[in-house]
């Protein structure tokens, strides 16, 4: 009796550990994929250092920053690899605050990326997602243990949105990318402030960029995001902070962030996270 009950315990292990492996198999394969592609829309990217006279006619709180972060002969960032690891809130109503551990692969031109993260939900349950803008897509998947879909949103204007605003306010960390000469518009608010606006194929956005009393970016915000509160997508104010500014590579750029709703109560954060690891790809 007893060796029966064992024997069947061992054969579900085997099914369970046989399953674990092909999801985690399959995701992996689709992460290769997603990589292929980012890496297939890049576009060469000149001029192939930074010069401070680009900077001529900008407004004054974009060129501070843009002096405080970069020298002259900076070489532009082609592409980064980031890793990071925080906590991020699961509930749309509380707090449901969960750790992880993500991967990120960017490319500044064409405008593209894609986080791969490892949410633990409990001990021995975790959630795989990619996030990620490629190619002109907007992507979010979530999968438990990469086998169970839970979410996967693709494919549509308003996702593409979504994701290449998250590019736009993440540009802190490859601050190359932000210079007249790789497409971003700027526009004066006031002394402390100013617009940016990027396009990438149909999609354009504009964001506001907020700066501090060193010059860097302190935050930046879009007036409409799309937030997903019972299975509608409602468009919603949304920001993103950033601090703890270090030098990398000859850039400064901040190592800390909190990204938050912006609701009639209050902000409402959802995800807070810090960089663990990055490596740059530069031009030559």
């Known amino acids: 009796m007893w060796k029966m009950i064992l024997l069947v315990i061992l054969r579900l292990l085997v ?19 997603m990589h292929e592609k980012l890496e297939a829309a890049r576009l060469p990217i000149e001029p192939r250092v930074y010069d401070s006279t680009e900077l001529n006619g900008l407004p004054a709180p974009v060129q501070r920053y843009f002096r405080a972060v970069l020298k002259d002969g900076q070489p532009m960032v082609l592409a980064v690899s980031v890793e990071h690891t925080g906590t991020f809130n699961m509930s749309e109503t509380g707090e449901q605050w969960r750790s992880f551990t993500s991967t990120q692969r960017v490319i500044t031109r064409r405008p593209g990326f894609d986080w791969e993260a490892r949410v633990a939900m409990m001990p021995g349950l975790t959630v795989r997602v990619h996030d990620a803008y490629i190619a002109g897509e907007g992507i979010l998947h979530a999968s438990l243990f990469g086998l169970v879909s839970l979410v996967n949103l693709r494919g549509t204007p308003e996702v593409a949105q979504g994701e290449l605003m998250r590019f736009f306010a993440e540009t802190a960390w490859y601050p190359t990318a932000l210079l007249p000469s790789q497409g971003v518009q700027w526009e004066p608010v006031n002394d402390a402030s100013a617009k940016a606006t990027l396009k990438d194929g149909e999609t354009t956005l504009t964001m506001l960029f907020r700066f501090n009393e060193d ?58 996270g810090g960089i663990t690891r990055l490596s740059y790809e530069f031009t030559q």
């Not at 369970?16 to 689709?30: C, D, K, M, P």
């Not at 930046?220 to 920001?239: Q, Y």
């Not at 030098?247 to 901040?254: A, H, K, V, Y």
């Open 215 to 272: 010059g860097l970016i302190a935050s930046m915000r879009a007036e409409a995001r799309g937030r997903t509160v019972a299975g509608a997508v409602i468009p919603t104010p949304w920001e993103g902070r950033w601090s703890n500014y270090k030098l990398r590579d000859g850039m400064l750029i901040p190592l800390e962030g909190e990204v938050a709703w912006i609701l009639p109560e209050g902000p409402k954060p959802y995800w807070r």
């Open 15 to 33: 099914i369970i550990t046989v399953a674990l492996l092909y999801g985690i198999s399959r995701w992996q394969s689709s992460t290769r994929e």
